[in-house]
Nanobody, 128 residues
Framework: QVQLVESGGGLVQAGGSLRLSCAASGRTFSIYAMGWFRQAPGKEREFVAAISWSIGSTHYADSVKGRFTISRDNAKNTVYLQMNSLKPEDTAVYYC?????????????????????WGQGTQVTVSS
């Protein structure tokens, strides 16, 4: 199995920044890509960003493109999400996830079912 632990969430004013981290352990050699999802109260879980593990190709949801940056440190088995210019609409529980499916990250963005491992989530609250 792959275990994922998120950290870095918190409360921030609109316009501020946060950096989320997700550390992977276990069968990390099987990871093909990692992604970030978020879920706000009363809303469906939505895709935020994804990155391929080997090459580092990235893909973002339109709502965060230009504001968020996903990156990874293969040696540390860690993926990051740098969130800038935060808006109240970004308030949600953020989850990192990993997939062993060898498909394009654009495809993965629309297929959350392909992510086999999920973290416990970290709360991000943006106040106005």
């Amino acid at each position: 199995q792959v275990q994922l632990v998120e950290s870095g969430g918190g409360l921030v004013q609109a316009g501020g920044s946060l950096r989320l981290s997700c550390a992977a352990s276990g069968r990390t050699f099987s990871i093909y890509a990692m992604g970030w999802f978020r879920q706000a109260p009363g809303k469906e879980r939505e895709f935020v960003a994804a990155i391929s593990w080997s090459i580092g190709s990235t893909h973002y949801a339109d709502s965060v493109k230009g504001r968020f940056t996903i990156s990874r440190d293969n040696a540390k088995n860690t993926v990051y999400l740098q969130m800038n210019s935060l808006k109240p609409e970004d308030t949600a529980v953020y989850y990192c996830a990993s997939t062993t499916a060898r498909v394009g990250i654009v495809v993965v963005s629309g297929r959350p079912d392909l992510f086999s491992s999920w973290g416990q989530g970290t709360q991000v609250t943006v106040s106005s």
